[in-house]
């Protein structure tokens, strides 16, 4: 089956800076490649999501990188806010099957 | 859109109780997930629905653990007897069919049940 590895656990930034969450997986037929946001006390909400045929996806200060070859995505955030900090997941799945990385606690500092 | 519902939010049982989570997933999804999240385990996929029909129930870890989908509006998930490492927040999620090949559908988490066993 997939297996999803998400680095780092913990991530400490300063507003304003930017963030970033890489995993990767081992399953070379996944195809889809979503994240998402886990604020304390609820579910999982999906923030972006990028499919196998596009290398890069940004909606305002999120963006996503596939690199199909290596088999890693990474999750770049900009301009930091306190808003921001939550638990980030990343996924993997070539079917309904979603996998999740073990999640990336990040905590924006004033 | 009132997104996925679950009950109970929170719920304390004691051990050999039988539990019973609820879902009604968004309208118009076709697929609907049972999730389970600790933190020794993360979020780990139960079973999942198509139509009603259970289609991958793998990730169940013991026969204590049941499923049912009765409609497209309605899910449980039923623990019996109950036992202390089940405890664990359970989600219950939904997606729409894209009417096309290949994967990719946008899965929405409920806000999830909080399950105590003790």
């Known amino acids: 089956g997939e297996n999803v590895e998400q680095h780092p656990s913990t991530l400490s930034v300063q507003e304003g800076d930017s963030a970033v969450i890489k995993c990767t997986y081992s399953?070379?037929?996944?195809?889809?490649f979503p994240w998402y946001k886990q604020e304390l006390g609820k579910g999982p909400q999906l923030i972006i999501d990028?499919?196998?045929?596009?290398g890069e996806k940004k909606d305002q200060r999120i963006a996503v990188t596939l690199n199909k070859t290596a088999k890693h995505f990474s999750l770049h955030i900009t301009e930091t806010q306190p808003e921001d900090s939550a638990v980030y997941f990343c996924?993997?799945?070539?079917?309904?099957?979603?996998?999740f990385g073990a999640g990336t606690t990040v905590t924006v500092r004033a | 859109d009132a997104g996925v519902i679950q009950s109970p939010r929170h719920e304390v049982t004691e051990m050999g109780q039988e539990v019973t989570l609820r879902c009604k997933p968004i309208s118009g999804h076709d697929y609907l997930f049972w999730y389970r999240q600790t933190m020794m385990r993360g979020l780990e996929l139960l079973i999942y629905f198509n139509n009603n029909v259970p289609i991958d129930d793998s990730g169940m870890p013991e026969d204590r653990f049941s499923a049912k989908m009765p409609n497209a509006s309605f899910s449980t998930l039923k623990i019996q007897p109950s036992e202390p490492r089940d405890s664990a927040v359970y989600f219950c999620?939904?997606?729409?069919?894209?009417?096309?090949?290949?994967?990719?559908?946008?899965?929405?988490f409920g806000e999830g049940s909080w399950l105590t066993v003790v």
């Open positions: 996924a993997a799945s070539d079917d309904y099957k979603l996998s």
């Open positions: 399953d070379s037929a996944s195809n889809y």
């Open positions: 999620a939904s997606s729409p069919w894209t009417g096309g090949a290949g994967a990719g559908n946008t899965i929405y």
């Open positions: 990028i499919r196998s045929n596009v």
